[in-house]
Each structure stands twice: as C-alpha cells, then as structure tokens.
C-alpha cells in the first residue's frame, strides 16, 4: 500500500517579524512567523489581478534564537514542510489551525539595513529526532531579478 505524502513548499515575504517562544519545559524554542505568497490570476473579465495567500508557520530548531533576528517584515524565504492541523475546544466550540511545519528555511533577499545573512536548515526525518545544520556563513548578495509574480502568459521566457 503506498504511503501518504505532506509536502509544502513555498518562497513567499514575511507579513511582519517573527515570535520567538521558549516552552515552560525549557525544551527547544520555537519561532513562529507568517508569509505571504503572491500569485497572478486572470479574472472574469480577462484582466489580471494579484492575489496574496497568507500562510502561518512554525520553525522548531535549535538555532530559532538566532535566526529570530533575521525573520524581519518584507523578508523573502524558502520554505520546506508539512502541514499540521491542530484541534482544540474553546467555550463548547471545536476549532481547528492548520500550520506549516517548517523542515528547512532558506533567507531569500538581503536585510533591510543591507549586509549578509546566514543561510540555515533544519532536516527532519518523521521516524527520528531532528538532525540540525548550519550550512555557509554568509549567504551572497542576489541580483534583483523578476520573480514568477512578475512574468505574463506572453512574456515567459519558454
């Protein structure tokens, strides 16, 4: 029988700065933040029109503290994770969130202030512990380049 899959990737902006929290147990903190993904749609009329998807996601990882000081409003990221929905009663009432789980984040564009960030990531496997990582240093300057949200049906490049 196959298995089932969740899988999410998204390259998206931060929608403000993110929230580091420290569980009571003094386990591993927690950074959460939202993104917002842009996307072109064509409308009844057959003009186009942007449209945001706002997403909320959590980052479990040993290095939250400091990647908390990089995840600033406006900021571009990659993000690789699943999706978990979480349940609850409040006051009688059944209500239900659904997160990304974020496996591996990448910092995307620069800091406002300009300079470099440190590019990390988590790996995960679901059948053990987290594995962490902290890859290159300094993440080099991009150039400015048109993003997917920019390109119309006739100016693709393919």
């Not at 029988?1 to 993110?18: A, E, F, H, K, Q």
């Not at 927690?30 to 993904?37: E, G, H, N, P, Q």
């Not at 470099?116 to 496997?125: D, G, H, T, V, Y």
């Not at 594995?131 to 393919?158: H, L, R, S, T, V």
């Amino acid at each position: 029988m196959p298995s089932d899959m969740n899988v999410v990737v998204l390259i998206g902006r931060l929608v403000r700065g993110s929230e580091l929290r420290y569980p009571q147990n003094g386990g591993t903190p927690s950074l959460r933040f939202s993104i917002a993904v842009n996307r072109n749609r064509r409308g009844a009329d057959g003009n186009w029109t942007e449209e945001a998807n706002f997403f909320d996601c959590v980052y479990f990882a040993k290095n939250a503290e400091a990647m908390s000081q990089y995840l600033e409003k406006g900021r571009q990221v990659a993000i690789q994770g699943e999706l978990r929905q979480n349940r609850w009663d409040s006051d009688g009432q059944q209500r239900s969130r659904v997160e990304i789980f974020v496996n591996n984040l990448t910092l995307l564009s620069q800091p406002q202030g300009g300079g470099s960030a440190p590019r990390m990531q988590q790996s995960q496997s679901s059948y053990s512990q987290p594995a962490y990582q902290q890859q290159a240093p300094a993440m080099p300057a991009m150039p400015d380049m048109a993003g997917p949200e920019e390109f119309q049906d006739d100016n693709i490049p393919f």
